[in-house]
């Protein structure tokens, strides 16, 4: 006989899967997902069985943290295609900031470092890989979970000397 608990796992597990596949931003916060889930206790099972039938098609749900907030980002192999590769170094760049001086990267101070290029962190900004936060105090740069989902296979080995070897090598 059938364990009607395990039908109803199963369908929220697809139903998670479509939401997922048909969100434009390809994220949602965990607490939407734990709300969905009507807070079951099994939560974790339930995200590994969604992450695991989205791995069997080709794609990578990645847990990431942002403004105190967690959120699952889906994403896939390879680059993605609304990026050049000057997208990608930029990138890279601010997470190696972020990562030596801190999460609070000054919109103004990064706008002089990166003048030269600063219509590519426009696009990345209007793209939600980068994200302005202002307020009355501050007017900050933040890496969105999607920008950290872009480069998940290679953030941990970001840091900000390697990038800077990397530059002078190429000039």
Not at 18 to 26: A, R, V
């Amino acid at each position: 006989m059938n364990n009607p608990n395990i039908n109803n796992i199963d369908n929220l597990v697809k139903k998670l899967c479509k939401i997922f596949l048909i969100n434009e931003k390809k994220m949602i916060r965990e607490r939407d997902l734990i709300e969905m889930c009507l807070n079951l206790e099994n939560f974790d099972n339930i995200i590994k069985k969604v992450h695991n039938n989205l791995n069997n098609i080709g794609f990578e749900l990645v847990k990431t943290s942002f403004l105190e907030e967690k959120y699952y980002i889906l994403t896939t192999e390879g680059k993605e295609k609304s990026l050049s590769p000057i997208h990608y170094g930029i990138l890279a760049l601010i997470i190696a900031l972020n990562n030596e001086i801190g999460e609070n990267l000054n919109y103004f101070e990064l706008k002089n470092i990166l003048k030269d290029v600063w219509e590519n962190v426009e696009y990345l900004i209007k793209n939600n890989y980068l994200t302005q936060i202002k307020s009355r105090d501050h007017h900050l740069i933040k890496i969105t979970p999607i920008g950290k989902g872009v480069l998940k296979n290679i953030i941990s080995e970001i840091n900000l000397k390697k990038i800077l070897e990397i530059f002078e090598k190429t000039n």
